[in-house]
Each structure stands twice: as C-alpha cells, then as structure tokens.
C-alpha cells in the first residue's frame, strides 16, 4: 500500500522500459551539457557575421546559464505539480524549436534571444532528468547504476562539446552548433512520449509568486555577479549586487523553512549526508569546469593546437569520468558511500597537485595524466547524486534535484571566477610593470601584439599561473575531502530506499 505523500507513478516499468528510458534521460543531459562547451568555438566565427560588440557577446555567452540557473527551482517545483515527463517533453520542443530558429537569426539580439529560450528549454529538461530517474528506479541498487550512467553521460557531455563544435565547425557555418541539436530532440520527444511513464509528487509544494520571484533574481543576480567579478575584479556595483542577491535567496530560503509545503523543500539539509552529497557535487563542478577553461586556453594559446586538436586533447578527463562513473556504485557497495566520495575528492585533488608538481615546461603528456585523475575524480558525482536522492522522499524528489542541479551551476560559475581570477592574477604578475593593458587582460591579448619578446613572457606567465590554479584546486579539494568524511555518515547505505 502506498503512504501518503509519496509520488504519483501508476506501475514500475518492466526492465527494458527503464533502461530505455534513461537512454533517452541521458542523451537528453548530454546534449544540454554539451551546449554548454559548443558555443566557445562557434563564437569567433560568429561574432565576426554578426559583427557583435564584445558586450553582446558576453551575453550570447552567459544568458544561456544565467536563465537556467534562475528557473531550475520554478521548472522542479512545476515538474512535481504538473508532471515531470510533461515538463521534461516541453524542455525538449522548446530546445529544438529554439534552435531551429537560428536559421532565422540575423543579429546578435536574435541570438541572445535563442540562447534564453535554450536556456528555458535547458532549466526544464536537468531537474527533470534526474527526478525521474528516482521514480523509474525505485530499487536503490539499480537507481546507483543508473546514476553511474548519468553522471558518465554528464561528464561526457563536457568533453565532446568542443570536439562535436570543433568538427561541425571546420565543415560548415556556425549555426551547425545550434541545429545539432534539433534532430536529437526530436528522437528525444518521440522516445520520452513511448519510454517514460508520468510521474508528479501527490504533495507538490504550493506555488508561490512571492517565492518564484525571489528565486529567480536571486539565482540570476547571484551567478552574474561572480561571473562579472571574475572578469572585471571587486567593484562596488557587482558587490551590491552579490549582497542583495544573497538578500533575496535568504529571504527565499526562510519563506520555505515556515512553509507547511514549501516551494522547495530546504529541510532536506538536515540530513548531513544529503549535505555532503551537495558538497560534493558543488565542489567537483567548481573545480572541473575551471580546469577545463584554463587548459583549453593553455593548449590553443601556448601550445598553438587548434580548436578541435584542443578539444580532443581533454578527452583524458572525459576517460577518466566514464571509466570511474559506471564502477563507483559497485565500488561503494563494498566499501560503503562516504569512502567513495572522499577517495574521488582526493583523487581530484592529485589531479590538480600533479599540474603544481610537473616538471617545467609543461609537456601535453603530464596534463593528460592530471586530466584523467581529475576525470576519474567526477565519478562519484554518481554517488553524489544517489546520496542526494536517497536523502529524499520520493515526493520531494523534483527538490533534491533542483537543489544538485542549482549546486552544479553555481559551482561552475563559482570555480571560473574563483580559480579562474586567481589564475589571472598569477598571469599578471608575471608580467612587466610596463606590459600594455591589452597584454595584461588576457594571454589571447598579448599574441595580438607584434611582440614576440613578450608573447614569450605571456605565455610563460600563463603556464606559471596555471600551475598555481593546480595548487589553489589541490588543496580546496582536499580541504572538502575532509569535511565531506566528517558530515557523511559513516552507517549510510544507499540500499535503502526512502518513501
């Protein structure tokens, strides 16, 4: 018999059913990742049509996370009212139809205006995944698999971004980086509609106006602002706006602790395990994405790669993922969760030392081995993500994942600013006193200069700097390796399943 409180879901699909279904859960996630990486390449050839001013093509960049991240708490709350599968179908109709209207866009306002509705498509489409995921897979064993595969799908995601980018880009125009991804959801409509069965909590959270709109200025103001401070440094504006927007997010929070049924169920933080779930999953993305930014900068403006070269060059870390993603559940059931999660921080953390301890000049061979020990440290994101969905009751499940999913963002854009504004720092400092601004705001800066003298400097200046990015990342991860051990608790058992 059902408790009350639990979820609506009318039968257990057969075997076939689920796997199929999170085939599709997964291709969809790998594609909203991947969107993510594509438009980094896309870009130059882009804003060279379109002729876009830099601050245009800031935006084209940044709206996309900026709108996902300010709606992932709405679209999980509306996914757990109205349906998750209905939610996820029209993530998917509203992501192919946005870029299908590239072919349309003739000017960097068309684009931006595309990218927020992908951005709209993307905040209904991740929450969702993972929701149903906890409804397709009541069996806690079998959901840990699935989420090995998930999490492998995540961190593939990330890496074939630039090479499905660099590929489509070296054969046809830049809208190939948006219409990719309309075929995709179009198998992706069919198969959801034939694999998925609905699911929806039978105890949503009431729909607050008052909590929405705290939310989405909040997340939006929060995730511009430290992407701001990380490109222009501390100024007065961006930290009024990072204490405003963490004004309004507590102000959120507290509106959901005195609310019987909450938008978004933040008691779930009491359970220390589902904190150090959260932990993990914030600080790995803080860590991953930066590290990608950084090395991809290093291989095309150091060692002169090309975009796609680049791209296939941090293969190693998406290797390291999907090797270690699909084995940590079988690993944690012998040796329990928390040790997972604390060996994959530290074996992050070696990654990242290993790009502090190589021999100078760096060689490509010594950062495919830092890349593939920070890859296999993303695996237990998979445990992460079990850890966090069996800290929750199936009806609170649109919550824990809007909660993962907002971690995930937030540690993206936390990582780029933190660990990316150290790594400038460094970068600047090793240049001298008289070095013209255009060197001193980037390395890309410094080669266009007719300089060779100090384009050799610049580049020695940004390979220290990311040696010192290494050791900075090193020591965070470890230091998060520790506090996980400490809130993770030690009898915790994903074999049990919460309703």
Not at 27 to 33: I, K, N, Q, R, W
Not at 215 to 239: C, D
């Amino acid at each position: 018999m059902t408790a009350p409180g639990t979820t609506y879901a009318p039968v257990v699909p057969s075997a076939r059913r689920r796997w199929g279904g999170l085939a599709v859960l997964s291709a969809s996630l790998l594609v909203v990742v991947m969107d993510m990486t594509i438009l980094n390449l896309a870009l130059p050839a882009m804003t060279e049509d379109l002729r876009s001013t830099s601050v245009e093509q800031l935006w084209i960049i940044d709206v996309y996370s900026l709108v996902l991240a300010g709606l992932l708490v709405t679209a999980s709350a509306l996914g757990d009212r109205i349906g998750r599968r209905r939610m996820l179908v029209t993530g998917f109709v509203i992501f192919g139809a946005a870029s299908l209207g590239v072919l349309l866009a003739d000017s960097s306002e068309a684009v931006i205006a595309i990218r927020v509705l992908l951005g709209i498509g993307g905040a209904m489409i991740m929450p969702s995944t993972l929701s149903l995921i906890r409804s397709l897979f009541p069996d806690a064993r079998e959901r840990a698999t699935a989420l090995g595969i998930w999490g492998a799908t995540a961190a593939a995601g990330g890496a074939l971004g630039p090479i499905v980018g660099g590929a489509l880009l070296q054969n046809f125009s830049w809208h190939s980086a948006f219409l990719f991804n309309v075929p995709v959801m179009i198998v992706a409509v069919v198969a959801a509609l034939i694999l998925l069965p609905e699911s929806r909590s039978d105890r949503p959270g009431r729909l607050d106006p008052v909590a929405t709109l705290l939310s989405i200025v909040g997340m939006v103001g929060l995730v511009y602002a430290i992407k701001e401070l990380g490109k222009s440094g501390v100024t007065v504006s961006m930290t009024v706006v990072v204490l405003v927007s963490a004004a309004l997010l507590t102000a959120f929070v507290l509106r959901c602790l005195r609310s019987p049924e909450p938008m978004l169920e933040i008691r779930l933080f009491r359970s220390r395990g589902f904190t150090a779930g959260v932990l993990t999953a914030l600080i790995t993305s803080f860590a991953m994405v930066a590290a990608l930014l950084l090395i991809s900068q290093w291989l095309q403006l150091v060692q002169g790669w090309s975009p796609l070269a680049s791209g296939v060059a941090l293969l190693p870390m998406a290797v390291g993922g999907l090797i270690g993603s699909p084995l940590a559940p079988m690993v944690a059931q012998r040796i329990g969760p928390r040790t997972v999660l604390v060996a994959g921080l530290a074996i992050g953390a070696a990654g990242f030392l290993l790009l502090f301890l190589l021999p100078q000049p760096l060689s490509y061979a010594g950062i495919a081995a830092s890349l593939t020990l920070i890859g296999i440290g993303t695996a237990p994101l998979a445990i992460a993500s079990a850890v966090i969905m069996a800290g929750a009751p199936v009806a609170k499940a649109g919550s824990a994942a809007a909660i993962e999913e907002s971690s995930y963002e937030i540690g993206a854009a936390l990582g780029i600013t933190i660990l990316g504004s150290l790594a400038a720092a460094v970068y600047r400092a090793g240049l001298p006193t008289d070095a013209p601004a255009q060197a001193r705001e980037s390395l890309a800066g410094a080669l266009t200069l007719d300089n060779p003298s100090l384009a050799n400097i610049a580049q020695t200046a940004f390979t220290d700097s990311l040696t010192w990015f290494g050791l900075a990342g090193g020591l965070l991860l470890l230091a998060v390796a520790a506090l996980v051990l400490y809130l993770t608790p030690r009898s915790l058992d994903l074999s049990a399943t919460h309703h």
